[in-house]
């Protein structure tokens, strides 16, 4: 099975940009279809965006559309998240995770998780 592991997160100002990465050893990454979730302080954890084996199929959730972009590097076993216009609403624990059923933004479809990437967007 895949273990998967984020790192990149950190602290920003309101309209900065990071880009978190997530790597996976144990098995080839491109048997899976990998999301991005985010929680936050006292909130569930919610969809950011997804992206299918072979990035034929993205999906994001409504508030990052058009300002985060999910991509993927199958040979080197890495998905990136480029976060652009970060707004203090978007701090978060930002954790990776995959699926070998179809791309879904279903939190529940997914069985493997790394632990996580802290972003901090001040104002």
């Known amino acids: 099975q895949v273990q998967l592991r984020e790192s990149g997160g950190g602290l920003v100002q309101a309209g900065g940009s990071l880009r978190p990465s997530c790597s996976a050893s144990?098995?080839?990454?491109?048997?899976?279809?990998v999301a991005w979730f985010r929680q936050a302080p006292g909130k569930d954890r919610e969809f950011v965006a997804a992206i299918s084996r072979w990035a034929n199929t993205v999906i994001y959730a409504d508030s990052v559309k058009s300002r985060f972009t999910i991509s993927r590097n199958n040979p080197e076993n890495t998905v990136y998240l480029q976060m652009t216009s970060l707004e203090p609403e978007d701090t978060a624990v930002y954790y990776c995770a995959a699926t070998l059923r179809r791309v879904t933004r279903d939190l529940g479809q997914y069985d493997y998780w790394g632990q996580g990437t802290q972003v901090t967007v001040n104002a």
């Open positions: 144990g098995r080839a990454l491109h048997d899976y279809a």
